[in-house]
């Protein structure tokens, strides 16, 4: 005869990786702020340039930041970015010049 499956106990398993991994998630995202550099930025900036990221549409520019955070992660650091960085600020944010 087969032994019953206890899914109460599968489901809080599963339950319990979900946890884990959210954790770990959350725990490497805020070690990238810092990696970045842009824990120095006020929250409000931080959640705001992220939203303005999310919203963008254009292929061609997030592929541009794609290979920036490609170099990043191969070791090259924020200096991967090069000059071209306050252009792509200035563009994820309406493209107007910057204003303090």
Do not use: H
């Amino acid at each position: 005869m087969r032994k019953p499956i206890d899914f109460d106990a599968e489901l809080k398993a599963l339950e319990a990786k979900a946890k884990t991994l959210k954790e770990r998630k959350v725990r490497q995202l805020g070690e990238l702020v810092i990696a970045t550099g842009a824990d120095a930025l006020d929250i409000e900036v931080l959640a705001g340039g992220l939203l303005g990221l999310v919203q963008i549409t254009d292929a061609a520019r997030k592929e541009g930041w794609r290979k920036k955070g490609q170099a990043f992660f191969q070791g090259r650091g924020r200096d991967a970015g090069g000059a071209s960085d306050d252009a792509g600020s200035q563009q994820a944010n309406g493209g107007g010049s910057a204003s303090a």
